[in-house]
């Protein structure tokens, strides 16, 4: 089959420059001309490779993929599932480092260890995916990440090793169960001549779901503003706690021969950290949160595959 250059060139210049705008938004402003023209770029370059692939002979998207309900639903899954994923493979050592204090080297321990015990449970979710109904499996995962995402929502500066890691290893360990059965899934009701189109086109979705990561990058670093200014808010001079922190931290620095000049100063100092891990904590509750919505609705959606046992694939 010949290979549509037409297509790959608009769909890729789409990727690139829609990607391109999300990722530098917040360095030149999402209002700026430069961000605005990588946006239009992106949309007139989706909207050419969508024209061209509805009247070509050699699609490089087969369109008649997405009158089939299963498939698209699964494209719907399979694209959140891909967000999750990437999404927590950038999040979770940020946080662990920002919020947790963790140096690199625990952060990629931690990594390791929840990529590890993905290996154990891929056979399960191959077994799994070989029963009628694929999307229970499917939704089990999902609601698996999304419950991790939740618990992880709630840890803070003091949550200890072992609850960070065996949290987001509980939500790995859901992912590679709903993998095998996301592919079969959306496989199942394919004719046999739109089968290579649909494994292309599940694992390009799914892997443009790092698209989210930005996503949630974005997300991360407006909360964090946000967060970050609420808190500096309520630092007022009629705040006790406030007063109570300083006068406490200012009378600790005296057992260090800090002068009286120095030492509210240094004070003032250690609150803006606090705020600065407090407003971090609170971006990344809310980031981790964005990610359980996520995974709720794909667990939704997923439960719309189980409504019929899989049925052989049928002939053109």
């Known amino acids: 089959m010949k290979l549509n250059w037409w297509s790959l060139l608009l769909i890729a210049t789409a990727m690139g ?3 391109t705008a999300i990722s530098s938004g917040s360095r030149f402003g999402w209002t ?16 050419a490779f969508l024209l061209v692939e509805f009247t070509t002979a050699t699609p490089l998207l087969q369109m008649r993929l997405f009158r089939i309900r ?27 480092q920002t919020v947790l204090g963790y140096t ?17 449970t891929f056979p399960i979710g191959g077994r799994l995916a070989q029963q009628p109904r694929s999307g229970i499996p499917i939704a089990i995962g999902m609601l698996m990440f999304g ?8 840890a803070d500066a003091n949550a200890a090793f072992w609850f960070v890691a065996a949290w987001a290893t509980f939500g790995r360990i859901g ?3 709903a993998m095998p059965s996301l592919q079969t899934g959306a496989m199942r009701e394919l004719p046999a001549e739109l089968l290579p189109y649909g494994v ?35 630092q007022t001079d009629g705040n006790g706690y406030t007063q109570d922190l300083l006068q406490q931290v200012a009378a600790l620095l005296i057992d260090y021969g800090i002068t009286a000049a120095e030492r509210m100063p240094m004070a003032v100092e250690y609150l803006s950290r606090v705020i600065v891990v407090q407003a971090n904590s609170l971006a990344f509750r809310d980031g981790f949160t964005l990610l359980a919505f996520g995974f709720l609705l794909a667990a939704l959606s997923a439960l719309a595959l189980a409504g019929k046992p899989r049925s052989a694939l049928s002939s053109p």
């Open 17 to 19: 420059t829609f990607l």
């Open 32 to 47: 700026s001309p430069y961000i605005f023209t990588l946006f239009f770029t992106a949309a007139c370059c989706l909207a």
């Open 70 to 96: 299963t498939f698209t639903i699964s494209v719907i899954v399979g694209f959140i599932f891909g967000a999750g994923m990437f999404g927590s493979l950038y999040v979770l050592p940020i946080f662990a």
């Open 104 to 120: 690199a080297f625990k952060a990629g321990l931690l990594l390791m260890i929840t990529g590890l015990m993905m290996i154990p």
């Open 147 to 154: 419950g991790s995402s939740i618990a992880l929502a709630g």
């Open 175 to 177: 992912l590679s169960i």
């Open 200 to 234: 292309g086109t599940m694992n390009f979705v799914r892997m443009t779901g790092a698209a989210g990561t930005n996503a949630l990058a974005i997300v991360l670093d407006h909360r964090l503003i946000h967060h970050a200014d609420a808190l500096a808010a309520t």
